[in-house]
């Protein structure tokens, strides 16, 4: 039969299984594939809480979703125009997001009577009719790997764990991909298993082979490359991004990095990634408990280190009062706060943004700390860099705001070049003349950092408060208020050291569209549809959340409308209109999920169509 | 370490000055009430520190709150007043940043016991290369009076008006528990005890756990007066020192011997044991240590005083730096271009 190829400009793929069925791996693989053919790509796993949960349930469905094109891709994808599922569950958990007319690659094997009951259908989706909206593909792949490997004498648990490699062999024959990329992997991955070398390549290639040979698929497509800016490029993901960000800064400054942390989803990658760049001087403490966590990162910054504190919200939550010690006794300390669901355990692997207010005020007493939130997983890069050197520049506490979206979700990285990078340059106080713990710098009002092993600088510092000057215990009332409004004053000057912040779109129009963290790709495609679409819509999504860039309130004011689209209450828009006095109209959705792009665009016609 | 910060310290091990007591006051004034145990535990330690020949500069106290933990502010060293239990681990982020140094804790049992329990057992089971000095008063006396993981059963305070319902925890028992390799108690009138003690502690490769019994006279006066004062302390204390058997008494007349693995009390004198049959102490034996310190709350028994146990185990801090250098001397001193450039990567033109 002759095939097809149809060209498209972009792809959404779901690739979806029990969690044992290794659908994080086939679409990590599939991802790895695709970039290295040029696409420009985005992708987001989405796992379940349970480590292993009963096999075959709803609950225990993993999924991963990658979003690839031939022009700049800025989300995961709204929907997906193919799903693979390779068990009913992950049919009936996945199904909502698939598109009208998207194709369904299914497993026939995890169809039978037991993985209906299991899923909770009472009759067989694949013979009901019930999607017949869709271009169903059904394929037995469970009996096609064991007939690849009949002659191989391999255990029928082993033979089971390899069939995801013959969706992925399908997947690359139906969009074109190279195999070469993960044959590379396999033979590394199993260097000393040469029969797992075997299985998984053949298995791979009878997946390839029967997507080319059978008449089941008459279509291939193909997705061009993308038009990227030319350089090295990486995938990473937002929590690899974060650690490697700490660790340059580290290098940068001539530092020895530090991270006391205790481990929660989604930020414990950042520690295991950490755990493994010894070579770089680089201590990880696995505390006994958040509180541990930063406290111990505290005394490592008193030592001289760059100290480091990775957690989520309900960490953040315990490590509150030992933030506001870090701002007390004014020592450079990185907090990384990857957002889940909340309150309280919530929805510890899904996303959320409901930690914005927590970061910029929740503490007891006045006690301020600049707050840098990442856009994008690659972002989490330049967040975690650019808040190691404020916190070192003004010797402060720094909060650093990704989320579980960012952390898990990857990305291609223009790997920048170490001498790109900017300066960061602390520097110890030496002469023992004239030392006073609590004198600061005019122009930054930053102290200086005194680290114990320094001859003749002996002094005591603490959470109680401080004279001005001397640093000694000082409870009168003048003094308090003196250091009350320098510590604000101190953290309000970054202000002065931080780039503008810049519109995306005319700099003047109908309507702004203010976001922050990992709300930038969708955002950023809703906009640029609508701009396409002629309508006065910009863009402005902020990076710096406290101190605000200093043309904030010009920009707001050249709108007529303001949208904040948030995964919270309106937490961004309390900020500000309490800081500009602008109505804002926020659109805000709590469901674990990102925004998706059309959701966006629907609020801005509902605006600019007079609606609001 | 970074050469930021070998820049600007201290590379000596041993001071190059003879230190006198007097260098470890620092300027601020004592602010602990008169009377105050406190001030003797301060004195001791200001006492030992010269002998401890350690440049002053690479020493650290570290604190939390609570009366004890004031203590920082009185030395002249470097010094860490934290938050509410949380001094060792404080204490403990600084040692592995900065192994080079000499880090003490100053603690209560409200501070070390209560609020920074876990933080305590797990400090001790790491071995963390702290000594770690526990005010123990029984009492909460900053916050004027509540009873502590230490007071008595029954005991009447502020906060239990009809007696305390809580089991006191005892802080040797605890340390032991908790796999401390240096587990010791002293009492602040026993200033010559109290100095061995802090200089066998700071020569201890490991976390020192050292309880002092410290007399609060505000909140808790007397609460060790039978071990302490002149009538009745040579009868109620028995001082554990290693290779000898366990005797006390006002005239010697009365050891501790094992039956089974119970302490008992017999006479010397009445021609039925001597020192002979008596138990000796072995600070290198952990099951012994755990038999002595269960001494503590028994009312049959004299209260030992002294090193329960004293034993070496690797240090956590040595264990991180030997990995961090074991790394460097494998793959060599990592390079941050090649770290950025790793991992799957592609060319795009």
Redesign the interface.
Known sequence: MEKQTRTLDEVTIRFAGDSGDGMQLTGGQFTNTSAAMGNDLSTLPDYPAEIRAPKDTTYGVSGFQIHFGATEINTPGDHCDVLVAMNAASLKVNLRSLIDGGIIIVNTDGFGDKNLKLAGYTQSPLADGSLSKYQVFQVDITKLTNLALADMNLSPKIVDKTKNFFALGMMYWIFNRTLDNTLQWISEKFEKKPEMIEANTRVMKAGWNYAETTDVFAVRYEVKPAPLTPGKYRNISGNQAAALGLVAAAEKANLDLFLGTYPITPASDILHELSNYKNFGVRTFQAEDEIAGITSAIGASFGGALAATTTSGPGVALKTEAMGLAVMVELPLVIVNVQRGGPSTGLPTKTEQADLLQAVYGRNGEAPIPVIAASTPSDCFNACFEASRIALKYMTPVMVLTDGYLGNGSEPWLVPSVKDLPEIAPKFRKEPEGYLPYKRDERTLSREWAIPGTPGLEHRIGGLEKQDGSGNINYEPENHDKMVKLRAAKVDRIADDIPAAAVEGDASGDLLVVGWGGTYGTLKTAVERKRKEGKKVSHLHLKHLHPLPKNVGDILKKFKHVLVPEINLGQLSKILRERYLVPTVGLNKVQGLPFRSVEIEQKIEEILGGKQ | ?????N????HDTVAAVKYTTKDFS?D?DVRWCPGCGDYSILAQVQRVMPELNI??????F??G?GCSSRF??Y?????????HG?AT??????????P??SVWVATGDGDGLSIGG??MI?TLRRNVDLNILLFNNQIYGLTKGQYSPTSEFGKVTKSTPYGSVDMPFNPASLALGSAGTFVARSMDRDPKHMQTIIKRAAEHKGTSFVEVYQNCNVFNDGAFFQFTEKETKSDSVVFLEHGKPLVFGKENDKGIKLDGFSPVVVSLKDGSHSANDLLVHNEKDSTLAFILANMTYNLELPRPFGIFLAIDRPRYEDE?SK??D???S?????S??K???????????
Not at chain 2, 330 to 334: L, P, S, T
């Open positions: 370490m970074s050469t930021l910060i820049d600007v310290i201290t620092s601020q440049p002053k500069e690479k020493i650290v570290v604190s709150i920082p502010y030395m002249s060293t470097y010094g860490f007043h934290g938050i949380r681990a404080i204490a403990t982020g600084l040692k592995i940043a900065r080079d140094l876990n933080h797990h991180i990995q961090v074991s790394a460097v494998k793959r060599g001193r990592g941050l271009e770290l950025l450039n790793s991992g799957d990567t592609w060319v795009i033109q």
